[in-house]
């Protein structure tokens, strides 16, 4: 049920906004108030409000306030942000007037912003019923602060005959009907009805019922919200898997008949709202989504192109694109690093490829060929990452740890074929390269790649990879990771020594001293190196 009881933690804010608006009613709106009431953890730092009034006047009375603030004003939209400027403050407020709008040539903004002084109207234009929840505080009295959910079983049977509902044991009035709304925002509601209700919610397309009943459904007609902003499609996809909803059955066939206009979206708004989700609770289901919606291939096209390649039964019993999203799942379970779960999502996409090769008809050298050239998944999937997130414009830094990641995946268990003493040889380079986090996450990459080979009754041995994951911990306890400036050797000293010269050669044999220390750390010692680096110009 919902927790009527969180809209107290509103009231800093209610308070810091009433000394700007004084008597003028202003409206709470949005993704904040849908948390609040599911008590889901919700950022409080951006705070959406709207009222009625004219740009200018709303302008005029927020510049007349003698408090200090940040203000910037979005004069196309009609919107303004107040950023307080008190000590710690995080917080900003972004403040809309009540407005239509009218056609989106570009499947993303309103050609035209037409002011309003009607909620009702501005209620028109929002995407989902969840989300169209406006909430006012009034000046009543607190009786209560104990936090407890909605438990009247008539709660809903009342809301849905009456077109209102108040909870007395939290003091919130909900109002759908729309004349009560109406009659709410022009001061002419009964006294009756509004009781001692501190707080009250205009729900005029009964997004309150949605929210019990774990539905996304569009506000109004469902095609015409998704054609005015395809982002719609992908927000739609992510409110489902973050708040573990269904979708209403006309808002889901508008959603994938109009899927296709992502096309027009700009990549990086894409990109940030599947940030959100591969940060979330359940990236898994939303690839899910993306796939069952005709998606996946406009967002992560070559994980797309992995749909139906068969793998060798005696490793995989799915195609590439199932076993993807089963090690997803697994993954997710086990990290929220957001890179980490991209990794898991591409870490086979160059299986695509490397199969192909397969119906060469390949002899042994052919094979032993192929695994050293470009159809090996982890080279030609490390450029596939490459193509995928540049298209999304993922920044650099994302794009190459994804990569790094695709491009290891199999490092992990090819240590643990080899003898069990040469693993700290094998991992100091890969430490050093990379550093401690990143290999204990591509441990965590090979667990879940693991458990995707099997159905989830069966259990697969994983203890080695663990085990390899405190072996890091271990070296990095006793030895740290070893850089090229504890090297006990240098370019001056060999110059020195050796009668170099500077150039190239200085470069390699000091990469190849680097590499020689890092199987062993005792062999880091300088007169030992200077001789074997002597041996190397022999040869």
Known sequence: MLLFHNLNRLSDHHNYLSAIFGQKHFFFVGGMIRDLLLNRETNMDDVDITLSGTHTENKNIITSYDKEFSFFDTEKYGTMTIIPKSEGNTTQYEITPFRTETTYSDGRHPDEVVR???????????????????????????????????????????????????????????????QLIS???????????????????????????????????????????????????VRG?????????????????????????????????????????FAGNNPFGFVALLDAANLLKWIFPKVYDNKGVEQPLRYHPFDVY??????????????????????????????????????????EEGVRSMFSSWLNHVICGEDFVREDFKNLNASTKEIDTIARYVRRHMKIGEILMGDESHYKKKLRPMIAQVGPDMVKNLCLLTVADRLGQYNPIQAPAVDDVYGLIDLIDIIMEEEGRFSMKELAINGDLLMKELKL???????????????????????????????????????
């Open 116 to 178: 309003s002084d009607s909620l009702l109207d501005d209620s028109q234009r929002r995407d989902f019923t969840i989300n169209c929840l406006y909430y006012y505080k009034t000046n009543a009295i607190v009786r209560d602060t104990n936090q407890q959910p909605t438990t009247d079983p008539k709660f809903l049977s009342l809301l849905d005959r009456q077109g209102r509902y108040y909870d007395e044991t939290s003091q919130t009035l909900i109002l759908q009907d729309h």
């Open 183 to 233: 009659n709410f925002q022009n001061n002419t509601l009964e006294n009756n009805i509004l009781s001692d209700a501190v707080h009250v919610i205009l729900d005029p397309h009964g997004g309150i019922q949605d929210l019990v009943h774990k539905k996304i459904k569009a506000v109004g007609a469902p095609d015409r919200r998704f054609q005015e902003d395809a982002l719609r499609v």
């Open 237 to 277: 996809l992510r409110f489902s898997v973050a708040l573990e909803c269904d979708f209403e059955k006309h808002t889901w066939t508008a959603l994938q008949k109009n899927a296709h206009l992502i096309r027009h979206i700009a990549k990086e708004r894409i990109k940030q709202e599947c940030d959100k989700v």
């Open 322 to 363: 199932t076993h993807t999203l089963m090690v997803l799942y697994h993954a997710q379970q086990l990290s929220t690093d957001k890179l980490l779960r991209y990794a898991a999502l591409y870490h086979d996409v160059g299986k695509v490829e490397q199969y192909s090769s397969y119906n060469m008809k390949l002899d």
């Open 501 to 539: 010269t500077p150039g190239p050669q200085l470069g390699v044999l000091l990469k190849k001293s680097y590499e020689r220390v890092l199987e062993d750390l005792s062999r880091n010692d300088k007169e030992t190196l200077l001789t074997v680096i002597q041996g190397w110009m022999k040869e």
